[in-house]
């Protein structure tokens, strides 16, 4: 299931869509995500290239529909922003023992989250993919890979985000 509760007809997706397979940005970054993909995994295998048992969490980090889908999302927010789109790609290239720090991200919890949370990245629902979003675009700003003070700085900025809408919202109730 999409999450959508009337998820769109395939068919009028593609309609609407129709340069959608052959979209030389959209093919790039494809290619990107399965760069960083294969860097990830690639990190969690032992000398024999197999996949080492007791990390399979942290070798899935780039499977995580959250992670898929706010990494997505900020590479189509840079397309016009040559500059920060190469950091955002060259994620791939920050760290052989683990591009997407997934240690760090284990680690990381904001206040507001409930003693079972596991991390940054393990959930799939909109809040995880906003905060994953916010560290991918402070990651693309600074580039240099992703560290434990920007995915600390991307939880805060999700946070305060969150409530100045849901004040603004809150306020035009008043009106």
């Given at each position: ?38 860097a990830q995994e690639g990190a969690f295998l032992d000398k024999a290239g197999k996949p080492l048992p007791a ?121």
């Amino acid at each position: 299931m999409s999450g959508v509760q009337n998820p769109p007809d395939w068919a009028e997706v593609k309609k609407d869509h129709p340069d959608l397979w052959t979209d030389e940005s959209l093919l790039g970054a494809a290619r990107e995500y399965a760069k960083l993909r294969q860097a990830q995994e690639g990190a969690f295998l032992d000398k024999a290239g197999k996949p080492l048992p007791a990390m399979a969490d942290f070798r899935d980090k780039a499977n995580n529909m959250a992670n898929v889908a706010a990494w997505a999302y900020t590479a189509g927010l840079l397309q016009s922003d040559p500059a920060r789109l190469k950091k955002h790609y060259d994620l791939k290239n920050s760290s052989k023992q683990d591009p997407l720090k997934a240690a760090v991200l284990a680690k990381a919890k904001h206040g507001t989250d409930p003693d079972n949370y596991r991390g940054l990245g393990y959930r799939t629902d909109p809040q995880e993919r906003g905060r994953m979003v916010e560290l991918f675009w402070i990651q693309s700003n600074i580039g240099g890979g992703i560290t434990a003070k920007m995915v600390e700085v991307a939880l805060e900025a999700y946070h305060a985000k969150h409530a100045v809408l849901r004040h603004k919202k809150l306020a035009e109730s008043l009106a």
